[in-house]
T-cell receptor, first 116, second 112 residues
Framework: ETGVTQTPRHLVMGMTNKKSLKCEQH?????MYWYKQSAKKPLELMFV???????ENNSVPSRFSPECPNSSHLFLHLHTLQPEDSALYLC???????????????FGPGTRLTVL | GESVGLHLPTLSVQEGDNSIINCAYS??????FIWYKQESGKGPQFIID?????DKRQGQRVTVLLNKTVKHLSLQIAATQPGDSAVYFC???????????FGTGTRLKVLA
């Protein structure tokens, strides 16, 4: 158990749908992350929040919209996605990347997204 | 460019043997490294980490070795078990940043 949960675990959506992915961490961390994992590619960082403030938007298309209402919850709102957006979306959390160089990221189980 | 790479995409080992998974990193300024294990259908799981001021760290059945001279990281798994079958990837981080550079992974297959 990593203490990071994600829902739903699987999601199939059409290109005109709007859906949201949810992440919750029970580790008392202050930083949360969204990653995209595609087959045979390294993890791609999408968004970073530290103490609820967004510190990274890694050139992610606007059809992905993050929301971080507090340090324990992170959402990824999806709309008008493309089939190439199909991937495993992973949430991670860490204590505070500004406080220590050894700031370990812990991952959730991911949401397997399929865009038709 | 900067990268973290794995030498072998697939490693098959006999149950009970020791496994060694290798990783090369390119940025000598990186000071923190992590090995993750990812089983099918699951998220990456933290296995072990090491700081750049160390060259070896041991956990339960796992050992990480760091050779800064050649910028090489390895994960050793003792007495490999079927439950060790997964993709393993390393990650490096430089000081003052939250950005990890992840490798693509090595698939470990444990043969009965």
């Amino acid at each position: 158990e990593t203490g990071v949960t994600q829902t739903p675990r699987h999601l199939v959506m059409g290109m005109t749908n709007k859906k949201s992915l949810k992440c919750e961490q029970h580790l008392g961390h202050n930083a949360m992350y969204w990653y995209k994992q595609s087959a045979k590619k390294p993890l791609e960082l999408m968004f970073v929040y530290n103490f609820k403030e967004q510190t990274e938007n890694n050139s992610v298309p606007s059809r992905f919209s993050p929301e971080c209402p507090n340090s324990s919850h992170l959402f990824l709102h999806l709309h008008t996605l493309q089939p190439e957006d199909s991937a495993l979306y992973l949430c991670a959390s860490s204590q505070d990347w500004r406080a220590a160089s050894t700031d370990t990221q812990y991952f959730g189980p991911g949401t397997r997204l399929t865009v038709l | 460019g900067e990268s973290v790479g794995l030498h072998l995409p697939t490693l098959s080992v006999q149950e009970g043997d020791n496994s060694i998974i290798n990783c090369a990193y390119s940025n000598s300024a990186s000071d923190y490294f992590i090995w993750y294990k990812q089983e099918s259908g699951k998220g990456p799981q933290f296995i072990i980490d090491i700081r750049s001021n160390m060259d070896k760290r041991q956990g339960q059945r796992v050992t990480v070795l760091l050779n800064k001279t050649v910028k090489h990281l390895s994960l050793q798994i003792a007495a490999t078990q079927p439950g060790d079958s997964a993709v393993y990837f390393c990650a490096e981080k430089r000081p003052g940043t939250y950005k990890y550079i992840f490798g693509t992974g090595t698939r470990l297959k444990v043969l009965a």
